[in-house]
């Protein structure tokens, strides 16, 4: 088992102020006794004594007496809903599923290093129980979710199990990162992303050169479904190529239409997993 | 169509209980497989579809056309019977010494022909001249012999022919020649047409008991009959009649006739004292003898082997050079730099100063 140390972690910054009173890493909605300075109060509103600010209170003309408040700094919890569906053994470029794990354990080193809870929740036609991993903040728990992700056989058909996922989760705050390539109907992609609106909802789309720009021009190619729907034999030629280029330009910007009126922009993981780039789109975003 | 399907066999009918095989490309593919996450991410592409039946028939077909070309298949000889313009000749040719002679009675010299050789000459442009006439060729002196029986074979009738002009025999017993001639018609249908072509250039008397028997088969097989009488110059003719006692030893030739004229059969008499009068006379034979014949067509035996294999060589073919146009998705083609690091501007909008230069090779988790 290797830890990532050498890895940068994930910089994530929630949205908004959240609420809890647990001490974490992120700006929280309560006023606490320490933290950042936030506003002063009068005396009455918040009658801590401790805390009565001396100066504030000498200025102020009617003999108000101030407190000044901190803001508390909290924590967020961390999901992974990773798509486990057969389509994840697709292997291109890179290793699809590979590449899901190593993103899904430096997420997860990321956010207990900080001290956020992390969870996962694997999916494919149904939730898969051996791939549930609720909330810990343990030190353990990236080379947890990688024992776990290194033995798992992406089999199931279809991904129906990310709508039935939302209900795992309770209603509080959080970061959700949806990882998944997203080969899914449009009826699925729009329901999975209304039932996880509450949430602060990350897409990643795992995608691959071969797919798309790395496609041949001339060629035959005799293409198998991993989710059974069929064999096919496709002729490539240049005029095909730029068809399916433009289709897969089409289907990833229909993707963005959606996640973007539910969360934010999809972050593309495509060859390799760099968590610069990560953090990157998560703080610009 | 069915009777042509019912002549195909083979030489080991039970590799036929194989050919189910050759629904095998209808399950799996000899091409490189791709996986792929969603085969609908491809566009719909008609010139693919139809690339794949056809790769998926030419297999078929490669299976299917080497199994049967183990089998061993071919198609059965068979005898056809057909209908053609034509007719069943028996020629009777006398063999006699005096054939040998000319038209004028003398031995040939020279560019002399003798009385055989012209009727070897224009009997055998008559043999070759109708495509279904049927030949029988009957040769008799003291004896009959028979030389050819009734064939279409033209080619054998016509080299039956061409030994008439060997040097003749003894003496002409036309009775016994007679009889063989009319036995060399064998079964047919009534209405073939019949025509018994008597080359002769003397006659002999025909003995009262045998004439009676001979009465009898042309009763039966009423056949056209022709005399071609090769009359050698000074010889008396059919009709003279002879100055003295009117017998059939006084006169063969004329008393033949009679008996030939009292068969009730269609009978005609061609005097020919010459070569021109002899293909005279044979034209007219040949304008008389014009009726539908059945005659048969032997079909051989014909192995389809060659073409079982030759049809799978091409289904192969094309299933080879499918091969060889195969491309594969995992080997793609670099991702030009350029395109990578706009990818990654597209996706971190806060470029920081941190190099790109990662290792490529993603950390793999073992478990």
């Known amino acids: 088992m290797t830890e990532p140390a050498d890895q940068p972690d994930i910089v994530y910054r929630p949205r908004g102020r959240l609420p809890g009173t647990r001490p974490g890493a992120h700006r929280g909605r309560e006023a606490g006794g320490l933290g950042t300075f936030r506003d002063q109060v009068p005396f009455l509103r918040m009658p801590d004594a401790r805390r009565m600010d001396v100066r504030a209170t000498l200025r102020d003309p009617f003999e108000g007496t101030y407190v000044r408040r901190f803001e508390a700094r909290t924590l967020v919890e961390v999901w992974a809903l990773l798509d486990l569906s057969a389509s994840m053994r697709f292997s291109g470029e890179a290793d699809r599923m590979a590449l899901a794990a190593t993103f899904c354990t430096g997420l997860a080193a990321s956010a207990t290093r900080i001290g956020d809870p992390f969870g996962l929740i694997g999916c494919d036609a149904a939730v898969r129980e051996d791939v549930f991993l609720p909330a810990s903040r343990g030190r353990g728990r990236a080379a947890e979710v990688a024992r776990r992700l290194a033995g798992t056989a992406c089999t199931g058909t279809g991904a129906e199990g990310m709508a039935e996922a939302a209900h795992r989760l309770d209603g509080r705050p959080k970061i959700v990162f949806l990882i998944s390539d997203f080969r899914w109907p449009e009826a699925l992609i729009t329901r999975v992303f209304a039932s996880l609106s509450g949430y602060d909802l990350v897409p990643v789309v795992l995608g691959d050169a071969a797919e798309s720009e790395g496609l041949p021009d001339w060629g035959l190619l005799e293409l198998d479904d991993l989710e059974g729907a069929g064999r096919r034999v496709v002729f490539m030629r240049p005029s095909l190529r730029r068809r399916w280029i433009a289709r897969e330009a089409e289907r990833a910007e229909t993707l963005r239409r959606v996640a973007t009126r539910h969360g934010r922009p999809p972050f593309r993981l495509a060859g390799r997993f760099d968590p610069d780039a990560v953090s990157r789109h998560l703080l610009g975003t | ?367």
């Open chain 2, 1 to 367: 169509m069915s009777n042509a399907l019912a002549r195909l066999s083979a030489d080991h009918p039970a590799l036929f209980w194989l050919l189910p095989l050759a629904l095998l490309p209808l399950l799996t593919s000899a091409q490189r497989i791709t996986p792929v996450a969603a085969i609908a991410a491809g566009p719909a592409d008609g010139l693919s579809r139809a690339l794949g039946w056809a790769l998926r028939a030419s297999g078929i077909l490669a299976i299917a056309a080497l199994i049967l070309a183990l089998a061993g298949p071919y198609r059965q000889g068979e005898t056809l019977t057909r209908m053609g313009i034509g007719a069943q000749v028996s020629i009777l040719i006398d063999r006699s010494g005096s054939m040998n002679e000319t038209f004028a009675g003398r031995q040939p010299s020279g560019i002399e022909e003798s009385k055989a050789a012209a009727s070897r000459r224009l009997l055998a442009a008559f043999v070759g001249s109708r495509a279904h006439d049927q030949f029988a060729v009957t040769a008799f002196s003291t004896a009959p012999m028979l030389v050819v029986p009734m064939t279409d074979r033209h080619a054998a009738v016509r080299a039956a022919i061409a030994a008439i002009d060997r040097p003749g025999l003894d003496y002409t017993n036309i009775a016994r020649g007679l009889a063989m001639g009319l036995s060399q018609f064998g079964p047919a249908s009534p209405a073939t047409s019949r025509a018994l072509l008597l080359v002769s250039d003397g006659a002999a008397v025909i003995d009262p008991r045998v004439q009676d028997t001979l009465r009898a088969a042309f009763t039966r097989l009423h056949p056209n009959l022709y005399w071609l009488f090769l009359r050698t110059k000074g010889s008396p003719s059919i009709s003279d009649r002879p100055s003295g006692e009117d017998t059939p030893q006084a006169a063969p030739e004329r008393h033949l006739d009679l008996f030939f004229k009292s068969l009730r059969t269609p009978y005609r008499a061609f005097e020919a004292e010459g070569a021109d009068a002899v293909a005279d006379a044979i034209a007219q034979i040949e304008r008389l003898e014009r009726d539908p014949i059945p005659y048969t067509e032997q079909r051989p035996r014909r192995d389809l082997a060659g073409l079982a294999y030759g049809l799978s060589l091409f289904g192969l073919a094309i299933l080879v050079g499918a091969k060889l146009c195969e491309a594969d998705l995992r080997r793609t083609r670099p991702v030009p730099v350029v395109a990578r690091a706009t990818e990654k501007l597209a996706n971190g909008k806060l470029p920081t100063g941190k190099s790109a230069t990662d290792p490529a090779v993603p950390p793999r988790f073992a478990a």
